[in-house]
């Protein structure tokens, strides 16, 4: 698997009306706080499934995540 280790700044992805409405349906799903469910949404919209991230106690929550940390 490649990793994404960007040595310059990626692609900004913005959010809209909706994402705000399936993040805070995904705050009540998987009992996270609201920024974590519209980055959820985000992720989905955007396809990532894999996420460099160590937060195991708020996104280890969502199912379909798989966190990656080293």
């Not at 960007?6 to 399936?22: I, M, R, T, Y």
Request: proline residues 3%; charged residues 25%; aromatic residues 16%.
């Amino acid at each position: 698997m490649k990793r994404f280790c960007p040595s310059k700044p990626s692609k900004w992805w913005g959010f809209n009306e909706d994402d705000l409405l399936v993040g805070a349906n995904n705050m009540r799903l998987y009992s996270i706080d609201f920024n974590d469910g519209i980055n959820v949404a985000v992720m989905i919209k955007i396809g990532v499934f894999e996420v460099y991230s160590n937060d195991y106690k708020h996104l280890g929550k969502v199912d379909f995540l798989r966190l990656l940390y080293e």
